[in-house]
C-alpha cells in the first residue's frame, strides 16, 4: 500500500511570494494534518483536517492555509513568505475516527521549502 | 496545554551498548504518547505507541518504552544498539479524547549516534 505521498519534494521561493503544497493521505485515512518542523526542531502541529472541515489549528498566523478535497488530499498554502517560514513541512494522515486507532499518525516525506 | 520534554538533546552510545532516551510530559487530561524516528532528510516513521492497555510498550525492531502516569514519562529504551539506529528521536504526545485526533505535541528531539 503506498504511504502518505506529498509534493514538491523540494521549493525555493522568495520572500512575500505564495507556496502550495501537496499531500494524498494513506487509502483509507479522512484525516490530514499538517506540522511545520524548523532545523533543530520538533514538528509544530499547523492544522488538521476531517472530512473537508477543520478540525484544529496550531498557533500560526492567518497567512497559513489549507483545504481538504473529496478525495481527502489536501493542500497548504502559505502566503507572503517570511524567511522564517523555512523548514520542512510534513504532513500526517490518520482514520480520523473515533476510538484509539484514530490517534495513530503516519507522516510523508515532507516537503522542504527555502525561503531566500 | 500540553507539553513535551526530552531530556537529552544528543545521546552517543557504542555499538551492542544499552540506550535511553527520556522523555516526559505535561498534560492536564489523560494522553496517549508516541515515539517517532525521522532518518536525515526523510519523515517521521511511526516507532512505537502508548494507546490503552499494557503501559510496556514494544517495536519489531527491538526498542521498548513504558508508561508512566505517576511520574508522566515515556522513556524509550533498547537493550543494544546498531549503527543502524543512528537518527533522532521525537516523543510525542495527543489528548486521549475529544476531536482532535491529529494534533501531536512533540518533544525537541533526541538525536542518537551510535558509534562502532
Known amino acids: 500500500d503506498a504511504g502518505v505521498t506529498q509534493s514538491p519534494t523540494h521549493l525555493i521561493k522568495t520572500r512575500g511570494q505564495h507556496v502550495t503544497l501537496r499531500c494524498s493521505p494513506i487509502?483509507?485515512?479522512?484525516?490530514v494534518s499538517w506540522y511545520q518542523q524548523v532545523l533543530g526542531q520538533g514538528p509544530q502541529f499547523i492544522f488538521q483536517?476531517?472530512?473537508?472541515?477543520?478540525?484544529g489549528r496550531g498557533n500560526f498566523p492567518d497567512r497559513f492555509s489549507a483545504r481538504q478535497f473529496p478525495n481527502y488530499s489536501s493542500e497548504l498554502n502559505v502566503n507572503a513568505l517570511l524567511l522564517g517560514d523555512s523548514a520542512l513541512y510534513l504532513c500526517?494522515?490518520?482514520?480520523?475516527?473515533?476510538?484509539?486507532?484514530?490517534?495513530?499518525?503516519?507522516f510523508g516525506p515532507g516537503t522542504r521549502l527555502t525561503v531566500t | 496545554a500540553q507539553s513535551v520534554t526530552q531530556l537529552d538533546s544528543q545521546v552517543p552510545v557504542f555499538e551492542e551498548a544499552p540506550v535511553e532516551l527520556r522523555c516526559n510530559y505535561s498534560?492536564?487530561?489523560?494522553?496517549?504518547l508516541f515515539w517517532y524516528v525521522q532518518y536525515p532528510n526523510q519523515g517521521l516513521q511511526l516507532l512505537l505507541k502508548?494507546?490503552?492497555?499494557?503501559?510496556l510498550v514494544e517495536s519489531i525492531n527491538g526498542f521498548e518504552a513504558e508508561f508512566n502516569k505517576s511520574q508522566t514519562s515515556f522513556h524509550l529504551r533498547k537493550p543494544s544498539v546498531h549503527i543502524s539506529d543512528t537518527a533522532e528521536y521525537f516523543c510525542?504526545?495527543?489528548?486521549?479524547?475529544?476531536?482532535?485526533?491529529?494534533?501531536?505535541?512533540f518533544g525537541q528531539g533526541t538525536i542518537l549516534t551510535v558509534h562502532p
Open positions: 500526517a494522515s490518520g482514520r480520523g475516527t473515533s476510538g484509539t486507532l484514530g490517534y495513530e499518525q503516519y
Open positions: 487509502s483509507g485515512h479522512k484525516s
Open positions: 483536517y476531517y472530512e473537508k472541515e477543520e478540525r
Open positions: 498534560s492536564s487530561v489523560s494522553v496517549y
Open positions: 502508548y494507546l490503552s492497555g499494557s503501559t
Open positions: 510525542a504526545v495527543s489528548d486521549a479524547g475529544g476531536t482532535s485526533y491529529g494534533k501531536l505535541t
